[in-house]
Nanobody
């Protein structure tokens, strides 16, 4: 089982940038796909982006496409989310998780990290 820890969140003004990190540890690091999800106050957790094991295939939610970039470095057991042109609606706790190839469903993912808060004031 893989344990995931998110970091890099903070308070950033609209239009600013942020890079989130997800560090993996445990007995194995055998995830086929890693994903970023977010959950705003009072809202359900939603898909943000996913990346295949090799990093060759990425998927993004329409709301973040063109602004967010997902990447991973398997040698360092790390995944990243570069966030540009931040908007107030990006305010949420961001989580990384492990899931199957091709999925964007919260229910299909597991090994959730503790989350990192991103706040973009209106």
């Amino acid at each position: 089982q893989v344990q995931l820890v998110e970091s890099g969140g903070g308070l950033v003004q609209a239009g600013g940038s942020l890079r989130l990190s997800c560090a993996a540890s445990g007995r194995t690091f055998s995830s086929y796909t890693l994903g970023w999800f977010r959950q705003a106050p009072g809202k359900e957790r939603e898909f943000v982006a996913a990346i295949s094991w090799s990093g060759s295939i990425t998927r993004y939610a329409e709301s973040v496409k063109g602004r967010f970039t997902i990447s991973r470095d398997n040698a360092k057991n790390m995944m990243y989310l570069q966030i540009n042109s931040l908007k107030p609606e990006d305010t949420a706790v961001y989580y990384c998780a492990v899931g199957p190839y091709g999925s964007s469903r919260v229910a299909d993912f597991g090994s959730w990290g503790q989350g990192t808060q991103v706040t973009v004031p209106s």
